[in-house]
């Protein structure tokens, strides 16, 4: 059985601060997909990443970088030198089908970022 | 723009009211989904839909039914809402057939159930 696990419900740092997002998913399948989606206040949810299960790459757009290790079945996400905007609900998501049309979400995690 | 689009985006009803949650997207994408979020669980799957007149159950159907009769439209009814059906109600959709294989939500109905 799928399931994504983001244990850190919430998580408060000060602006500037890095800050990692854990996500460790749990999947039988060899070929499965991984995504980040960002919920800001206004609700809305926005795609961030995606990535198979084959390419074990870390990825670095701008202050986002993404963790890979399939040996500890984790895909974590880093955020540095944090900003207010950063402020939002972060959910890991996980499918193993390749046409995404069913995805199983970790229960979120808060970021608030204080000035 | 491409787009999904909800209609309504929020609602409140009353126990046993029928009611309907448009979702349409215009980029003639196969996918569409329907999820609730509710705090601390996430996003859960109610249905899906492969393409038209092909739908699925998700992890949490019970009490709702879809239909897809085109492509570009994935109502979500309720034919009798409890208020255990108050949540917030996301509609996706996704190309299924790209690479780059991610869903594009919609903005979201919040949903109330008195």
């Known amino acids: 059985a799928q399931k994504v696990t983001q244990a850190q419900t919430e998580i408060s740092v000060v602006e500037k601060e890095d800050v990692t997002l854990d996500c460790v998913y749990e999947?039988?399948?060899?070929?499965?997909?991984l995504f980040w989606y960002k919920q800001p206040p206004s609700g809305e949810l926005v795609f961030l990443i995606r990535?198979?299960?084959?390419?074990?790459q870390n990825e670095i757009s701008g202050r986002y970088s993404w963790n890979f290790q399939k040996s500890t079945s984790s895909f974590n996400f880093t955020i540095t030198a944090s900003q207010v905007v950063d402020s939002a609900v972060y959910f890991c998501a996980l499918s193993e089908d390749s046409s995404a049309s069913k995805i199983i979400f970790g229960s979120g995690t808060r970021l608030s970022i204080r000035p | 723009e491409a787009q999904v689009t909800q209609n309504p985006r929020y609602l409140i009803t009353v126990t046993g009211k029928k009611l309907t949650v448009t979702c349409s997207q215009n980029m003639n994408h196969e996918y569409m989904s329907w999820y609730r979020q509710d705090p601390g669980l996430g996003l859960r799957q109610i249905y899906y839909?492969?393409?038209?007149?092909?739908?699925d159950k998700g992890d949490v159907p019970e009490g709702y039914k879809v239909s897809r009769k085109e492509k570009r439209n994935f109502p979500l009814i309720l034919e009798s809402p409890s208020p255990n059906q108050t949540s917030l109600y996301f509609c996706?959709?996704?190309?299924?057939?790209?690479?780059?294989?991610?869903?594009?939500f919609g903005p979201g109905t919040r949903l109330t159930v008195l």
């Open positions: 996706a959709s996704s190309p299924g057939t790209t690479s780059r294989n991610e869903q594009f």
């Open positions: 999947t039988r399948d060899t070929t499965y997909y």
């Open positions: 839909s492969m393409n038209v007149e092909v739908t």
């Open positions: 990535r198979n299960s084959f390419d074990e």
